[in-house]
């Protein structure tokens, strides 16, 4: 009788530890709300809506914040590897933490977050399914406190910049010197050239359109609209496998500036596995670069012309 009391206990002991191992790169809010004690995860909000952290987060969440924390200002790029070091260092994160990010936007920026993780060689990072959205609609325990975390001594032991795909890479992929699908992400007016940009959001591109060769397939193509959960994987490969995107190749994904491309780049290659770079460039480069090919099936060069 004790010794089946002490297994039992040493069961319920090991159970965050057996829930880390069975997660895979996408994580339950079920599963979050089960580990939200667990001192191997850090829970992080990469929320792009100015306030929306403050007014409320999953408790015991840190605040990432796009503009500045995840990319290198004033330079357009990502974030530096001392700065990557210097931000898990104050999060008190180590190479052994598993990290869960969410945010709003069903998961545009923290999508964007994840694959920063992995390009500093970081994998055992996760996305919520479903992000803020999902959590805050099934009334899940909310918090407006800032929590503070011990120091740790955060370094990168690698950087994976085979996960970017550059300018040059996506100008040879248009002429067929490179071997590999190009896909856009962005609404079909975007991509058709009819506008530059999606509704209330500032053009940031001379020219409209999208990059020769290139397939339309939406960000939100994989995303259940209810509540912003991913789709069934088998339900994913069969949509992408419609539009050309079954693995076979190498695949580029893009956007405008390359935070809905980021939700692609996770979909294709963290959930379906495939090889797959993220052209965080993305259209506010391609389209204000000098001598690069567009299709603009619209017959538009200026948005509305």
């Known amino acids: 009788m004790k010794l089946i009391k002490l297994i039992t206990l040493l069961s319920g002991a090991l159970l965050p530890a057996i829930g880390l191992q069975a997660s895979e790169a ?66 008190g994160v180590t190479p052994e933490t598993t990290v869960v990010l969410y945010g709003d936007h069903d998961n545009w920026f923290a999508a964007w977050g994840v694959w920063v993780f992995h390009v500093y060689g970081h994998t055992n990072v996760k996305l919520l399914d479903g992000g803020r959205r999902k959590w805050e609609a099934e009334r899940r325990p909310m918090d407006t406190m800032t929590p503070s975390f011990r120091r740790s001594a955060y370094e990168v032991t690698e950087v994976n910049d085979s ?92 956007c405008r500036i390359g935070e809905r491309s980021a939700h692609t780049w996770f979909v294709l290659s963290q959930i379906l596995g495939y090889d797959v770079l993220q052209y965080d460039g993305s259209w506010t480069e391609y389209g204000n670069a000098v001598g690069v090919p567009i299709t603009n099936p619209t017959g538009t060069v200026w948005t509305g012309k």
């Open 163 to 254: 996960l970017r795909a550059f300018l040059p890479d996506v100008v040879a992929a248009a002429r067929g010197e490179k071997d590999a699908v190009l896909v856009d992400i962005r609404t079909p007016d975007e991509f058709s050239g009819r506008v530059i940009a999606p509704a209330g959001i500032q053009e940031l591109a001379i020219r409209a359109g999208h990059v020769p060769g290139a397939v339309n397939v939406p960000w939100n193509t994989a995303v259940n609209q209810a509540d912003g959960t991913l789709l069934p994987v088998n339900t994913l490969r069969e949509v992408y496998a419609e539009r050309g995107i079954d693995g076979s190749r190498p695949t580029i994904v893009y």
């Open 26 to 91: 996408l994580v339950s809010t079920d599963w979050l709300a089960n580990n939200l004690e667990n001192r191997n995860v850090r829970v992080l909000e990469v929320s792009v809506e100015a306030g929306k952290y403050e007014q409320g987060h999953i408790p015991g969440a840190g605040n990432l914040v796009w503009h500045t924390d995840l990319v290198d200002n004033p330079n357009r790029d990502i974030v530096t590897r001392e700065n990557f070091e210097n931000l898990m260092s104050r999060f």
